[in-house]
């Protein structure tokens, strides 16, 4: 099924440790980015990528790095994880609607962080 | 500052009401999309309505651009509409490209009780 993939579901960390987030589209689109969601504060935008090769920082990029390699993938990482970095964390990509010829945002289905 | 506000923050209905949600942003906007997420986490865009109306469904959605406020209405409701609605918007003068920076607002958490 066309969409974006996100791995793991669920992760649990100990402070200092690293991990990367997984994320994959496959409807060729241009457009990707990380959100995190915390209780009560809605999404905040980590970073976000225009194309391969190209990525840009959004409003909460501390701790964070990412990398657009190729127009499918676009992985988060986590250096040296913080509790601070416990929360969910949502892949996005978009492209032009064929219909309506507007930019919606297709979401992944999340990835649930603890770090101890 | 940069504002997205919405209201109310949390409403509950009897299953069948319609109910009215609001966003208010702090400027102008290129892009404004509603979501909602549903209680399992996953987001699902409803309408993208930078402006004017859109209708699917029970659903439907107006956006007045010059007053800076967009409505989601939600008609006969069912148990399945519960979860969280975002408005997340771009503001013209950070972008004119589109989806590169939505800022979301903190949502609207509607329980409809059979």
């Known amino acids: 099924n066309a969409g974006v993939t996100q791995t793991p579901k669920f992760q649990v960390l100990k402070t200092g440790q690293s991990m990367t987030l997984q994320c994959a589209q496959d409807?060729?689109?241009?457009?990707m980015s990380w959100y995190r969601q915390d209780p009560g504060m809605g999404l905040r935008l980590i970073h976000y990528?225009?194309?391969?090769?190209?990525?840009d920082q959004g409003e909460v990029p501390n701790g964070y790095n990412v990398s657009r390699s190729t127009t499918e993938d676009f992985p988060l990482r986590l250096l040296s994880a913080a509790p601070s970095q416990t929360s969910v964390y949502f892949c996005?990509?978009?492209?032009?609607?064929?219909?309506?010829?507007?930019?919606?945002?297709?979401f992944g289905a999340g990835s649930r962080l603890t770090v101890l | 500052g940069i504002q997205v506000e919405q209201s109310p923050p949390d409403l509950i209905l009897q299953e069948g009401a319609n109910s009215t949600l609001r966003c208010n942003f702090s400027?102008?906007?290129?892009?404004l999309q509603w979501f909602h997420q549903n209680p399992w986490g996953q987001l699902i865009n409803l309408f993208y309505?930078?402006?004017g109306t859109k209708q699917n469904g029970r659903l439907s959605a107006t956006t007045v651009a010059t007053e800076r406020y967009s409505l989601l209405y939600i008609s006969s409701s069912q148990t399945t509409d519960s979860g969280v609605y975002f408005c997340?918007?771009?503001?013209?003068?950070?972008?004119?490209?589109?989806?590169?920076?939505?800022?979301f607002g903190t949502g609207t958490r509607l329980t409809i009780i059979p």
């Open positions: 996005a990509s978009s492209g032009t609607d064929s219909d309506s010829g507007a930019n919606v945002l297709t």
């Open positions: 409807m060729n689109h241009e457009y």
């Open positions: 990528s225009v194309g391969a090769g190209i990525t």
């Open positions: 400027d102008s906007v290129n892009n």
């Open positions: 309505i930078p402006s």
């Open positions: 997340a918007v771009e503001f013209k003068f950070i972008s004119n490209f589109g989806n590169e920076k939505l800022t």
